[in-house]
């Protein structure tokens, strides 16, 4: 009689997960591949699909890569370091603080935000021009699309990795400095491989949002930098085919489900 | 000659907020000797252990490793290893590499790795444990592992940082055994940090009690136990019965009321002195033919024998450890020898009392 009682709790409280799982994320997912296999007249086609296959969105998926590849790695290489001092520091969780408060601003402003600092006119260029340079044109290029990307996802990446570290017992340093190891290979064979879980979560947050970003990319590469975010973009509300849009969209989808799956983290038998 | 491993030379230890952990350490450790830091938690052992192995700076003064001077030597480069309190094994890597990580860092053949981690988890009986990884070992297991990573490397001092404090008491008892045995077979110089007087008893040469950033005495285990220099380390060196005294002269103390025999002296008449006596040194008897009369206030069974809590007529509380039982409440006598009273000066340096051991304690013992 127990174990009925357990089974009802159980499945109780599912109730309305299960609910929120179908309307908002089976469905939406469900309607993508419906709109994805119509063409322009409401009828069933795989054009849509065989177009994906054409060099044009095989070139945007590739340039949609590389530029969230840019923007991982180079997020990755200022989240590191910074997540191993504030481990160091003396009010670690202040400090955290302080670099998590921003990603609490409105993304649309803080976009804005990087027009006004890197426009023509704006304090970069005057201090350029300071110097005896001539103004130079910073918005719109793949520097400053990769720039603001990569100050917009910092704090993703290193909440995660920052807890790794943190999490990692200190005398494990010691142990691989007894043991001969320098600072360089502690780093590489101990610190690192501990935290690998914390980093593959980080570039999980970074990668899949950065594959399919679209409004900094208009905002501050303007027809720069065209990926499989703006082409949905596009689709939508320019040309306003649904199908090709939706057909981007299961792509991206999958793409997505693939980056989870390469950095999913295997789980160990147990913790120490 | 030279058979000096390890030497301290003034070392102080502060930290920038004014705390002093370590105040003037001076020792000398010799080659292939068991040594142990006994103190209780505070006293500044584990600093001492730290400096050793390059994990923090003495403030001032001077360590020397095989003569020559190595405050700057960084800790990778030190010819010591550790095993650390918590074993800090690698959980990420399994028994086999955990072994060979340091054997890896120095490039050594894949083959002589090989060999040389199995001949050390043979050393400590984890022979063919290899392939098993850290969360599937149990606590002695481990800490077996981390044996095996610190003597692998051969090193000349093996560092030990209470590594039988998170096992239960069994364990702990059986690993006294087998440190002490590694530690024989290896003929190497360990250094041993614990809180636990029983463990420093059973496994050390030679013993350095430390309260509050100093060195109180040091040792042999029996010496330290048979004649503690004051009333902190003989209270903190198994139980002990601590009374105030009065050496009326040369071999004649006073306390408890009544004068006594004993075989200390060296010390100014009527100076005022602590005096010891161990709970197994007192014997009941009657009252009639006891030395001191007390009255029983309670009685433990211990298994091997009963403590007895009992009071004299001043007061002073008296434990004895007695193969016989007494009756709670009673008035019995309590024997015992002229041995048996060790009287301790207050304030007594380390060196002065080994001056007047020297002149005096040995004539009627040995």
Known sequence: ?272 | MNNTIIRFENVTKSYDDGTVVLKNINFELERGKFYTLLGPSGCGKTTILRIIAGFTDASTGDVFFNGKRMNDVPANERQVNTVFQDYALFPHLNVFENVAFGLRIKKVKETEINDRVQEALKFVNLAGYGNREISEMSGGQRQRVAIARAIVNDPEVILLDEPLSALDLKLRTEMQYELRELQQRLGKTFIFVTHDQEEALAMSDEIFVLSNGEIKQSGTPVDIYDEPINRFVADFIGESNIVDGLMIEDYKVRFAGKEFECVDGGMKPNEKIDVVIRPEDLEITTPENGKLIVTVDTQLFRGVHYELSTYDQDGNEWLVHSLKKADVGAEIGLDFDPEAIHVMRLNETEADFDKRLEAYGDEDYE
């Open chain 1, 1 to 272: 009689m127990g174990t009925k009682i357990m089974n009802k709790t159980a499945k109780g409280p599912l109730i309305p997960y299960i609910f929120w799982i179908l309307l908002f994320v089976i469905a939406p997912i469900a309607l993508i591949v419906y709109y994805s296999v119509l063409d322009l007249n409401g009828n069933f086609t795989l054009t849509n699909y065989a177009k994906f296959f054409t060099p044009v969105y095989l070139k945007m998926t590739l340039s949609s890569f590389w530029y969230a590849f840019l923007i991982t790695l180079f997020t990755l290489l200022f989240a590191y370091p910074t997540a191993y001092l504030l481990t160091k520091t003396k009010h670690k969780q202040l400090w955290l603080m302080l670099i998590i408060i921003p990603s609490w601003i409105n993304l649309l402003l803080k976009t804005y935000a990087f027009i006004g600092i890197f426009g023509l006119y704006g304090p970069i260029n005057a201090m350029i021009e300071v110097f005896g340079f001539n103004p130079k044109q910073i918005l719109f290029t793949d520097f400053s699309f990769v720039f603001v990307s990569v100050y917009i996802f910092i704090p993703f990446m290193i909440i995660p990795i920052f807890n790794s570290l943190d999490k990692m017992n200190p005398s494990l340093i010691y142990a691989a400095r007894d043991l001969g190891a320098s600072s360089w290979t502690t780093f590489r064979r101990v610190i690192f491989p501990l935290t690998i879980d914390g980093v593959k979560s980080g570039i999980q947050v970074t990668f899949i949002p950065a594959l399919s970003l679209f409004m900094i990319t208009r905002l501050i590469a303007g027809n720069q930098v065209i990926t499989l975010g703006t082409a949905i973009e596009q689709q939508f509300l320019v040309s306003q085919n649904w199908g090709m849009g939706s057909t981007i969209a299961v792509f991206l989808i999958l793409f997505m489900v693939l980056t989870m799956l390469f950095t999913r983290q295997k789980s160990k038998g147990g913790r120490v």
